[in-house]
């Protein structure tokens, strides 16, 4: 039988939970890309500096992963319902203190490092209980899928996103760009209190420090698990340039906003070409490997992207780059959530989250640092070359990452 190329439907067609967290997180993540343009756009309008861009994404970092360390351990110990209810209310009033700020004669830097800091904290702690919730929504045998259409979602933002922000910035305004984040979170508060309640399968568990801890012993001699938090980890800080989007739309392309929503866009249509045609994908065994594979090839089309002075060349290959990316977290994604018991998938989860989410900010850092002591382009060029010798010591360090292996048609444990 040949194999199946597109994504399978049956997640949507079968589950009204999971149909109503990805009409949500769909709005929700469109509002957010909103303002993942729009912060680094204010910031260097107002400093002139990459290296302040850097620093302002790497000012969410640490509220970040506490976010998401609390956020797992509650996800494990209560309803992960109501978490997505209450961080969804309180993620739209720091949307609005950014529209708020925005709307000031002279907007304060330092009210955007500490909002936009707040808002990834809560981002942190509501993002572990939806990726543990979704195995309870779908079949094991959609799980493949199901983080198909988590892509989808999150690609489709990244697309669509960032190209409107930067025209909602070059006609309206920020504020409108900053309010139309703050109503999107209200429409996922809407579809998360239509959602019915999901309480731990384990009861007993109490969130804490302890609970932490329990998690991360649980990871001690897995070298599946490992990997997969790992090879992310170097992809995000090596092979993540947005934060020079800013100084390589006005320095090598000038190009506008408009330009810049693109360079932002570009990954995420590449991404979403990748995650709609993962059919293919569930028939991998070696899914370690093929995640190792995808993470070079991510850093390999970012290194030669450093070097091309034409905006559609850049445009090309940071999609070829976007599509190495989304293969690769589908496989980590359900690599993670077939391994692990429903006991632990919050927490397991919420070092994901730090990785997915805290990665691209120490990225951040860590290019806008180069590019200051050194160029932008040589800090592209060297961060995607970093990117591809970091995932081959991935595999060398921990060869049952990439031995791991799934009998395709195998349920997943967990």
Known sequence: MAPRITVDLAPLRESREF????????VSMLGNQLTTVAIPFQVFSMTHSSLQVGLVSLAQLIPLVVGSLVGGTLGDAMDRRRLMVVSSALSAVAA????????????????????????AGLLGLASPARTAAIPRMVRPQLLVAAYSFNQIVIQVATIVGPALAGILIATVGLPWTYG???????????????????????AGQRAGLRSIVEGMSFLRGRQVLQGVYLVDLNAMIFGMPRALFPALAAGLFHVGPGG??????????GALIGASTTGWAEDIERRGRAVVVAVMVWGAAVAVMGTVPWLWAALVLLAIAGWADVISAVLRNTILQSSIPDSMRSRLSSFQMAVVQGGPRLGDAEAGGVAALTSTEFS???????????????????????????????????
């Open 96 to 119: 609005a203190g950014l529209m708020a700020n925005a709307l000031l004669p002279h907007p304060s830097l330092a009210a955007i490092y500490v909002i936009s800091a707040v808002a």
């Open 380 to 414: 592209v060029i060297s961060g995607g070359v970093a990117c591809v010798a970091g995932a081959i010591l991935v595999a060398r360090m921990l060869p049952g990452f990439w031995e791991e292996r799934h009998r395709p048609g195998e349920v997943p444990a967990g």
């Open 260 to 269: 810049l929503g693109l360079l932002y866009a570009a990954p995420g249509l």
């Open 19 to 26: 149909r109503l967290l990805f009409v949500g997180l769909l």
């Open 180 to 202: 139309l984040d703050a109503a999107s979170f209200l429409v996922l508060l809407g579809t998360s209190l239509l959602l019915r309640p999901i309480p731990p399968e384990h």
